[in-house]
């Protein structure tokens, strides 16, 4: 055993004690120095306008048309509903698209409700109305930092009179865009 061991040690010594391989030539480098690209001068390319937007002038324009959708702000839900209405999801969808193409308009959807309930409920439930407006505007494609929501609650009514034609304009979610 010990004779195989010396014998496998000797061979191992003798092996690494060989000559080293001869390297292979290097690969051959073609010279393109003369083959340099000619540098035109060219005016600098201006970066690309992440907003998307080619008119500066017309931003906020379309929000203020009277013939623009984007001009209706009001959200009006229903007595103690947080549900947006079929007939104003138009205006909602006109918004979020609206969010979509202008990465850098910010808005803020103020909930309201009328005088019943207690002042604690009324915050509460304004809050779910503009919650409901963000979360639908989100769903068509707006991103969630574009939009603020806060709660007036009973706070900022449009009629004060005790009337369900009152009352009615006062349940709802405003629409206000940043720098209005």
């Known amino acids: 055993m010990k004779r195989l061991t010396i014998i496998g ?4 010594i003798a092996a690494c004690a060989s000559e080293p391989a001869k390297e292979q030539p290097g690969a051959a480098v073609e010279d393109r120095s003369k ?22 002038s017309l931003v906020g324009k379309e929000l203020t048309d009277p013939k623009s959708i984007l001009s209706k702000r009001s959200i009006f839900f ?9 007939e104003y999801r ?14 850098q308009a910010k808005m803020r959807v103020e909930g309201n409700a009328d005088d019943r309930g207690s002042r604690e409920y009324n915050i509460a439930l304004g809050q779910r109305r ?10 068509l494609g707006a991103r969630a ?13 449009r009629c004060s009179d005790s009337a369900e034609s009152c009352w009615s304009q006062n349940r709802r979610g405003d629409i206000a865009y940043q720098g209005e």
Request: hydrophobic share 30%; with cysteine; charged share 30%.
């Open 9 to 12: 040690c000797t061979l191992l």
């Open 35 to 56: 083959d340099k690209p000619q540098v035109v001068d060219r005016p600098p390319v201006k970066p690309a306008d992440p907003t998307g937007i080619q008119d500066k």
């Open 78 to 86: 229903d007595y103690d509903s947080n549900t947006v209405k079929d």
């Open 90 to 103: 138009p205006i909602v969808t006109a918004h979020a698209q609206y969010l979509q193409r202008n990465p």
């Open 130 to 139: 503009a919650d409901a407006v963000k979360q639908m505007m989100q769903l």
């Open 145 to 157: 930092e574009q939009i603020e929501t806060v709660s007036f609650g009973e706070e900022k009514p």
